[in-house]
């Protein structure tokens, strides 16, 4: 539906129902805001998950040369 045709038949509205066609917006745009909030991942949480080599920090042997 388009937003012109949604705004027309709001328009025909009597006041007190433009007024719960507001409050039902409100609702339904929180509910889309907790529904789109992500979790915040906890320090530490890939904690054992990640590896990192013992010579990682060991010059490699395809730079001798420049070396």
């Known amino acids: 539906m388009e937003q012109f045709q949604i705004f027309t038949k709001i328009n025909y509205l009597p006041t007190e129902l433009k007024s719960e066609v507001n409050d039902f917006i409100d609702f339904l745009l929180s509910k889309r805001k907790k529904e789109i909030r992500k979790k915040q991942p906890k320090f530490g949480c890939a904690k054992g998950q990640i590896y990192i080599s013992p010579d990682f ?10 070396m």
């Open 57 to 66: 920090d060991e010059p490699l042997e395809d730079f001798k040369d420049y």
